[in-house]
């Protein structure tokens, strides 16, 4: 496990969310994602697990197969109020 800063985690998940908000339909491996933003896939896989544990993210699959992607938030409007 790498040692990281707080600030450096945080960095991170923004970087992970800007790029879900992006690309919402998008279905990657952690490997992938990092790929994308041009990172290790280390802290990479580490932000994505707590992404999952906020409910931003999802998480289909186990170990480094495992397939993240982004969940649509709740909205009022989507109830036809």
Do not use: C
Request: charged content about 25%; hydrophobic content about 40%; aromatic content about 8%.
């Amino acid at each position: 496990m790498l040692q990281m800063s707080e600030s450096g985690r945080i960095k991170i998940k923004m970087e992970i969310a800007l790029f879900f908000q992006a690309n919402p339909g998008t279905w990657e491996t952690a490997r992938g994602i990092a790929l994308r933003l041009g990172r290790q896939a280390e802290p990479i896989g580490e932000e994505l697990e707590r992404l999952v544990e906020l409910g931003l993210l999802e998480r289909v699959g186990k170990g480094e197969q495992a397939v993240f992607h982004y969940v649509r938030p709740y909205m009022s409007s989507d109830l036809g109020a």
